[in-house]
């Protein structure tokens, strides 16, 4: 089975940078089949992409993040992370990690199947 | 890139059938089969109800079902039970191989 569980600090102090990290059990995060995804949810509101990355490295951002987002993959920890620079209170949120499926039986999709429970980070000083 | 839309709520009554709508663009729903939909109860993380529009994971009640047609896809929740009361989100693959989420559904069980 399949796990992801966040870690990281849960509060960060406006203009500094958040960074959180994604730890994957029960399956490889180097398999071609999957991207590795963050997508945050402020409180009482809708999941925002942030972005994701491929075992290649490649990455693909949020424009609206994307000059502030940095996620980097640690295959020897089976770990991805993620970095966002300039925080201010709009970005608190729980942020969550997830694998999407981007392969099945050679056949190209895309969807969201293991999430992890989600973290919250708060920007406050 | 913009929110896919969604009602922000659909109530029904144990037994009906209810559906929530997801509309976006011909950069996202619209040209694409790549649409999803997920579940979220409050304080858990979201879980996986449908794929390609209208593919079920396994363990998923076949109560739930989808379609598309145009820029908009729907979630079709038949026999309401207590237990769907839940918030629904759609996402959708986007031209600029990003994704995006819709701006979610609060079904209520009444």
């Known amino acids: 089975q399949v796990q992801l569980q966040e870690s990281g600090p849960g509060l960060v102090k406006p203009s500094q940078t958040l960074s959180l990290t994604c730890t994957v059990s029960g399956g490889s995060i180097s398999s071609g089949s999957y991207y590795w995804s963050w997508i945050r949810q402020p409180a009482g509101k809708g999941l925002e992409w942030i972005g994701r990355?491929?075992?290649?490295?490649?990455?693909n951002y949020n424009p609206s993040l994307k000059s502030r987002v940095t996620i980097s993959l640690d295959t020897s920890k089976n770990q991805f992370s993620l970095k966002l620079s300039s925080v201010t209170a709009a970005d608190t949120a729980v942020y969550y990690c997830a694998r999407e499926v981007v392969v099945v039986a050679a056949t190209q999709t895309y969807y969201f199947d293991y999430w992890g429970q989600g973290t919250l980070v708060t920007v406050s000083s | 890139q913009s929110a896919l839309t969604q009602p922000a709520s659909v109530s029904g009554s144990p037994g009906q059938s209810i559906t929530i709508s997801c509309t976006g663009t011909s950069s996202d729903v619209g040209n694409y089969n790549y649409v999803s939909w997920y579940q979220q109860h409050p304080g858990k993380a979201p879980k996986l109800i449908i794929y390609?529009?209208?593919k079920r994971p396994s363990g998923v009640s076949n109560r739930f079902s989808g379609s598309k047609s145009g820029n908009t896809a729907s979630l079709t929740i038949s026999g309401l039970q207590a237990e769907d009361e839940a918030d629904y989100y759609c996402?959708?693959?986007?031209?600029?191989?990003?994704?995006?989420f819709g701006t979610g559904t609060k079904v209520t069980v009444l």
């Open positions: 990355i491929y075992t290649s490295g490649s990455t």
């Open positions: 996402s959708s693959y986007t031209s600029s191989s990003t994704r995006v």
């Open positions: 390609e529009v209208s």
